[in-house]
């Protein structure tokens, strides 16, 4: 008995060559789909009067900013106390400067040296202490009453 519409050997070789056909055609789609959204694009070139484009730049190479010179505080220097804090925390100055702190705290502090070498001992409300640097290094020193009150005098020549 003959099937209808050719032999079944015949309708598979027409359904494979189907598929192949469409799967050609969705290859050539994407190709172009592609093509279109290359970055290259189509090149152009540009109509009598209107600007030429624009030739591309070489991009600047960044250049190291400097660290700035840390400001000399002049002789006589001062450190104020003020809001449980030293200001300012760093002071840069030269050998032969006496350096005052003033208390501008409702409270008492100190100035302690972490070398233990100078403590203005207790300062209450308004007070002073004076202390004349003639060896340069940095000297680092606290409140003892306030632990995280910290600052250091940096002494160059």
């Known amino acids: 008995m003959r099937e209808r519409g050719g032999s079944r050997a015949g309708r598979e070789q027409a359904s494979a060559a189907g598929r192949l056909g469409s799967f050609t055609a969705v290859a050539l789609l994407a190709a172009i789909a592609l093509a279109a959204c290359s970055s290259a694009g189509p090149a152009t ?11 591309p730049r070489p ?6 900013i400097p660290t700035p010179t840390p400001a000399v505080c002049a002789d006589p220097c001062s450190v104020g106390i003020v809001g449980v804090a030293f200001q300012p925390v760093t002071r840069h100055v030269t ?12 409270t ?8 233990g070498q100078v403590d203005s001992l207790d300062m209450p409300p308004g007070a002073s202490f ?22 250091s005098i940096i002494v160059t020549k």
């Open 45 to 55: 070139t540009p109509s009598p009067g209107s600007p030429a484009p624009a030739t």
């Open 59 to 64: 991009m600047p190479i960044p250049t190291a």
């Open 95 to 106: 050998v032969g400067t006496t350096v005052t702190w003033t208390n501008r705290d409702p």
């Open 108 to 115: 008492t502090h100190t100035v302690t040296f972490a070398n």
């Open 130 to 151: 004076h202390h004349l640097f003639d060896t340069t290094g940095t000297f680092s020193y606290r409140c003892v009453i306030h632990a995280d009150m910290l600052g």
